[in-house]
């Protein structure tokens, strides 16, 4: 049976014994009668059996063509003749010395006897008149015959129309005269259709299930089309996975290189290579080939569509003809042109029929097909990410990976990146991120590098940092905060008290960290008469508790009244802001923490506000405290209790 395609060869071999065997049986009984009906007995029995008989020989015959080009395969291997003559000689005399070919025949030779021993039955009839039912049996197995024919005729056409002429010069040598005329005139026909001229035939049931086989082929198409662009990307996401964590390993590559990293390594190379690697090979096998496969099947079905559209043209053109023969009343030229009629029509409808009974067959089954190629496509996403899984809750487990030590190592680096004047800056104003805090705030403004804001015009700033610099935490440090709250109002009376107030009279943007933004007209507090470096062109100023550099040109000194008067309402604002500082809010929305430093707060709550900024002076974040936690909230999310 391995050898030997059993399916194919014998066909449904069964379905004829079972039939023939009913038929037997009812042959015996309807002989056993000794009346002078027997003959109409006989012709009972192929009358209930018919139907069952065209259906299983019709099909027995048409598949009988491919037993014999596998008999004649069979011929040439010894080894399966040996299997077949074996075969034989297990069942003893059953088969005499009938061979395999003869067998395989005897049905084809059979049911076309049928007619003939059915018009001898009524040939030999003493009462032709009381025969009635054997006529109707015998003008029944004559369409049983006819149409077993006409299936046979029909799979022979099919055949005849679905081979395609390789290479053009085998199309170039089967160019004639006959084809050219042929193509004119459906090209013609066409025409004088599509203007109204003529009629033509339309069939609902086959524009239908052509329309349907038409849309599952776009359909396969597109499916593997995008599975097609999915592998490349999966492919390519893959190989940066890898190359990713081959850099990793390479930057960390040593005699001993940590335990983490070959462990991390390692994982990731199993899933980027080998995970990767079947689940690539699985579609291709399940998915892209089978479809690839099934695509090339599809230009049979195609040509045979394309050619029961052209002799549609032809019977519609031979129709045509033959009415406008009828018109001339001559007999020759209407019997001639009634025959080519009938030959065209006989093509056209063999294959109309052959392709509205096998079209949505293998619509349905192309559906099927592709439901489980994509059943399959999912099956090998599903058991990919099964696996992957697996390593990456292994490789989360990574100390380095750990959220704590992620989240330490962001601040400490955010914090550091954010004294480098030449580096963007991670906290801009219009970044709705809070920056870190420092316990050094004050002198560091005091201590800034005037250098750095001068060179700002080359296109290059940059500033003193000292690598110990301290991280200030807000949540966990609220006597440093309210100590430096205090320290800072303190520190802007004293020097509002003891140094000089100026106008500035210009306005002067800041172009670096160590300047200072101010407008025409606004109050400053000079602090000091020069840069660090005795530079007297650029002063440092304090306006609203933020220091910074200005040149000196843009200011005017205040009088000594003018400038009690300002230090005692400075005074003033200062305890006011202190005092609204530490006011109660509610909460109106909802705010969720996102970023280090901030605070997670529900609508409805009361906070405490502990700083109206943050530590770039950014109005637009508040420090608050609630069930003893700190941290950051945008001031438009809070509303005073005071408020109505």
């Known amino acids: 049976e391995e050898a030997v395609n059993v399916n194919v060869l014998f066909g449904n071999l069964d379905e004829i014994l079972v039939v023939s065997q009913k038929l037997l049986l009812a042959l015996k009984n309807a002989c056993c009668d000794i009346s002078d009906q027997v003959s109409n007995k006989i012709a009972a029995c192929f009358l209930a059996l018919s139907m069952e008989m065209k259906e299983c020989y019709a099909t027995y015959c ?49 049911v076309l006897k049928y007619p003939l021993l059915l018009n001898e039955l009524l040939k030999n009839s003493l009462d032709s008149e009381s025969n009635c039912d ?13 149409a077993i024919n006409e299936f046979k005729r029909r799979k022979d056409l ?75 990307i999966f492919k390519d996401n893959s190989f940066s996975e890898l190359q990713c ?95 080519e009629l009938n030959v065209i029509k006989n093509v056209y409808i063999a294959l109309n029929t052959q392709l509205l009974e096998e079209l949505p067959i293998l619509s349905d089954k192309c559906s ?55 580096t963007p800056s991670l906290n801009g104003k219009e970044n709705s991120k809070k920056p870190f805090l420092s316990t050094n705030f004050m002198n560091d403004h005091e201590d800034v590098n005037h250098n750095s804001a001068l060179s700002s015009d080359n296109g290059f700033n940059c500033s003193s940092f000292s690598d110990t610099s301290t991280l200030y935490d807000p949540i966990d440090q609220t006597t440093s905060l309210n100590s430096f709250l205090y320290e800072t109002q303190t520190t802007a009376s004293e020097s509002i008290a003891e140094n000089p107030i100026c106008i500035v009279k210009y306005d002067f943007t800041a172009e670096c960290d160590a300047e200072i933004t101010v407008q025409e007209g606004t109050l400053v507090n000079v602090c000091r008469m020069c840069d660090s470096k005795g530079n007297s062109d650029w002063w440092l100023v304090e306006q609203g508790g933020v220091k910074g550099y200005i040149p000196h040109t843009f200011l005017i000194m205040k009088s000594a009244n003018e400038k009690h008067l300002i230090c005692k309402t400075q005074s003033e604002n200062l305890r006011n802001d202190q005092h609204d500082e530490n006011a109660t809010f509610k909460v109106e929305y909802n705010f969720q923490a996102i970023n280090p430093g901030e605070l997670t707060v529900n609508e409805g709550q009361t906070v ?25 909230v945008p001031q438009d999310y809070l509303k005073s209790i005071n408020e109505p």
């Open 134 to 146: 054997l006529k109707l049996a015998l003008n029944t197995m004559n369409d049983v015959a006819t």
């Open 158 to 232: 099919v055949l005849k129309y679905r081979e395609t002429v390789p290479g053009i010069s085998k199309k170039v040598q089967k160019l004639n005269w006959h084809s050219v005329a042929k193509k004119s005139s459906r090209i013609n026909q066409r025409i004088t259709q599509f203007t109204g001229l003529n009629s033509h035939t339309v069939d609902q049931k086959f524009i239908y299930e052509e329309k349907r086989f038409r849309t599952i082929e776009k359909m396969i198409k597109l499916v593997l089309k995008n599975v097609n662009q999915y592998v490349e």
């Open 608 to 632: 405490r506000v502990l700083r109206k900024h943050d530590s770039k002076r950014n109005n637009e974040w508040w420090l608050v405290e609630y069930d003893g936690k700190q941290g950051f």
């Open 62 to 110: 048409h598949n009988y063509d491919d037993v014999q080009n596998l008999l004649e395969k069979f011929e040439e291997e010894p080894d399966i003749q040996q299997k077949i003559s074996k075969a034989f000689l297990l069942e003893g005399n059953n088969f005499g010395s009938i061979s395999l070919s003869s067998m395989l025949i005897k049905p084809v030779q059979r």
């Open 245 to 339: 964590a081959e850099s990793l390993r390479q930057f960390h590559d040593s005699p001993n290189p940590p335990d983490e990293i070959v462990k991390y390594y390692g994982r990731i190379y199993m899933i980027a290579e080998q995970y990767s690697s079947q689940m690539v090979s699985f579609i291709l096998q399940h998915v892209q080939e089978p479809l690839n496969q099934l695509l090339q099947m599809f230009h049979g079905p195609f040509r045979l569509i394309q050619k029961r559209n052209d002799k549609c043209l032809d019977f519609d053109r031979a129709a045509n003809k033959a009415a406008r023969a009828k018109d001339t009343k001559e007999k020759d030229k209407i019997m001639q042109t009634q025959d």
């Open 368 to 422: 099927v097909f592709l439901q489980y190629c994509l059943s399959s496509f999912v099956e090998a996403y599903n058991r990919y990410f099964r696996k992957c899984c697996v390593q990456i809750n292994e490789v989360a487990k990574l100390p380095f990976l750990s959220k704590d030590t992620d989240t330490d190592f962001f601040m400490k680096a955010s914090e550091q990146l954010s004294n480098l004047m030449f």
